[in-house]
């Protein structure tokens, strides 16, 4: 039997603290997009904000972490990736709630915290 549909937790703000950090495959700060982690996603679907985690986008010479991971990783690699990426924002939105208010507030409000 299939249980009810959960609602999926969708957050800008949230979405803009994710982007704020640096890249969670090379590590550069500053080109940072919130990625969505693939699964369960549809066409025109995206996933639960809580699957997010911090790539990095295309610029000059570079095709981006978030390209990259989205064309050249194997379905079932990626899938480890992004189960990682997201567990690991999630814990660097945590450990810098500790000294910014409106960010603990929204990991409060979102059951992170």
Partial sequence: MIG???????SEPYRRYVASLPCYRCGIHGYSQAAHADEGKGMGLKTDD???YPL????IGEIGCHE??????TRDFR???????????QNELI??????????ELLMKLGIL
């Fill in 79 to 89: 899938r480890g990736f992004e189960i990682g990426g997201a567990g690991w924002a």
């Fill in 50 to 52: 809580m699957t997010c």
């Fill in 56 to 59: 990095c986008g295309a610029r």
């Fill in 4 to 10: 009810p549909k959960v609602p999926k937790v969708r």
């Fill in 68 to 73: 990259f991971v989205g064309r050249m990783m």
């Fill in 95 to 104: 450990r810098q709630s500790q000294e910014d208010k409106k960010l603990r």
